[in-house]
């Protein structure tokens, strides 16, 4: 940031076009297009529309942002729009988790993270492991050694078995030996429903879900998945701090951009992403949410890609998934 | 703070100019959208989510609320004009609606499902008034067997939507059961029938498969006729254009239903208003005395599920205003705006937000009028639709079928899809196959698999889970019952047929 005007400066000096200074000055010149694989209401799309919003009231952008919607293929049609965006300085995609889960498992889904241009990761998303308020169980080890007992017979909701609720539960399984049973609810409130109304008998939850359920007395949280205590939860142990010393597994979200186009372009949107990061309404936001802030660049995003790939690749083929890439 | 108290409250919060003002705003956006197929209730409000910022919590509440059940208002015109069904809760009334309209009653049709909905949609506020936090409760009680039990009661309607052939309607039925199981298994992650594309990874959405079969193929059918003359007779004046007292006479019953039926249905975490409005089609049809005329026209027909899709509207927000915990799609949106408000949607909100909670409780009764007032008169201007020239009106239907499901997509795969389903559509008319079972098993279909593998991987694979709670046996007793129901006819039949030789 500081180096911006001497190195314009030093590039109309010697009248020459600096490659620094190109670099500092790609704008976008149309409306941007921010392409998201959900529909309209979903996760990714609630969150570009909030981050569309900050970028115009931040002035973060000198043109609009305009969301689009991809959905379908469990991103990977999201992920296929942005390859034949080849070289297009005027489109970016907000990736999450699945666009990284998505291309191991299904042989139809070509299109990995890698083969687009990474920008920057922006949120970390933390999760909980909650039971019931009345379930006997008050920490982890009560559940893992209850699950011992009794190996197949509790049970956790959760999202698809690429999810990281599955991974988290995978982890865990494999340093203990416990065995319980995974149950994929495809809706955030089914799963949430399954365990108040006690048909399961612990979950993965996020922060901002629990939350008001703790609150109210509905659930009790055994363990963060994080690596130090959420501002939420003060009385919580982390993973580690429970006596599970297993990795622990992000949540992911942030932008990446189409293939094949200029490093100027990159470097225009890492910063863009680094200002927003640093603005109050961002700041809020990922209070409101309980997210964690996340912000890491791109050669680090494309290094994060590398080994959650490889550790992910393992956990599936330990849970007898079959991936294909 | 009790009812009454906390209702006069909620209606100062209403009544204030400019809460009345969004109210009109949200049910008459509402409206537009639940009229143009595709664009659904869910894309509206995350499009005006930015909007709402700057406005007071209240107002803006008030506003999603309304678009979300002004849709459901909506969403029978060009159903019962077109066959082309608005949004997925009003696929069903395509089956008697659009027979009313062809029959020359469309002003009929449109006016019932009006008053149905006003009616239902009304019941069903009092519903999210009076009993929410008991029933949230029951609600959870419900989990992977019950849903299963109540899909299969849902399936088990398939006898009753039922043609000629029983046969016919099974086969068609099961052609919808495989098309759901298209896309990614939502356990194991493996692809299932996608040959490769990655637009089938996601499944296959069930609204193009039922604007493709009903609306398309009707166009096809239609096509070989070659009449030139306007197809349909439509009365001249408004007395001729709205329903009878006969009318709703004879839709006391279907009131009842749609309003009880459809706000069930919706309290489910896992329910949602196409199953809620295939139930009372199937209750309306069991029960109903006249049995042999529905598919041809009955205006029960067409009151019971409008009415159930709008009565869902105020059961679904039972959990979420509760429990904080979203059914569908738009449910989940407005738990998504109340979260970037700065709420925080749970079971502590409406003892805490009670300005919010009572304020829109209040502001549905009034939508709701509105809605009608709005509606009924549009009733003759709409109806006008059908006296177009069939070289118009064919090239209409398609046009709004096709822009429908573009607008809800955005992708030409779709549009490939909605082809080959006319296609299936007409050639399914031509052979006399039963289209409401193909979109029935297709509707319930992903819901049914699912809830069956989350049963068993409850009870470690014993079926015995499906009979052993109260609520999925009594559930499933009853499916069985309306299966055999047929047979015990038949069986009759041969009876006497053997007395009398």
Redesign the interface.
Known sequence: MKLRYPLILLAAVTGLPHPAAMAQTFKPARPVELVVHT???G?S??LA??L??MAEREKLLPVRMVV???????S??AA?YLAEKRGDPNTIGLFTGVWLQ?PL??????VTLRDLTPIARLVLEPAVIAVKADAPYKTLADFIDAAKKRP??L?QSGG???SRDNVVRQLLQKSTGARW?F????????R???L?????DIMVIEP??A???I??G?LRVLAQVSEHRLPGFPDAPTLKEAGFDVPVVPQVRGMVAPPGIPAANVAYWEDFCRRLTRTASWKKYIA??QFEDGFQGAADLARFYDEFTMRMRGILEDAG??TVR | MDIVTGLLHGFSVALAPANLLWCFVGVFLGTVVGVLPGLGPPATIAMLLPLTFSMSPAGAIIMLAGIYYGAKYGGSTTSILMNVPGESASVVTCIDGYQMARKGRPGAALGIAAIASFVAGTVGVVGLMLVAPPLARFALSFSSPEYFALMSLGLALVVLLAGRSMLKALLAALAGLWIATVGTDPFSTTSRFTFGQLELLSGIDFVVVAIGVFALGEVLANMEAREDAPLLEVPRGLRNLLPTWQDLKDCRFAFVNGSVVGFLVGTLPGGGSTIASFLSYGLEKAVSRRRDQFGTGVIEGVAAPEGANNSETGGALVPLLTLGIPGSGTTAILLAALVLWGFKPGPLFIPEHPDLFWGLVASMYIGNVMLLVLNLPLVPLFAQVLRLPVYVLYPLILGVSMVGVYSASGSLFDLGLLLAFGLLGYVMRKLDYPAAPLILGLALGAGMERALRQSLMMSQGSLSILVSRPISASMLSLALLILLIPLFGKFNAWRLRALES
Not at chain 1, 196 to 200: A, N, P
């Open positions: 529909g309209p209401g996760g799309d609630v529309r909030a569309a919003i689009v919607n991809k959905p379908g293929g469990n990977a049609v296929a998505t498992v299904s042989p139809e889904a070509k197949g017979a049970k698809s078995n690429t049973v149950i994929s609810f495809p809706g955030g409130g089914e949430i429903a399954a108040i109304g006690g048909h399961v901002e879900e939350g008001e359920h609150r109210a509905n409101d949410n998934v079959k």
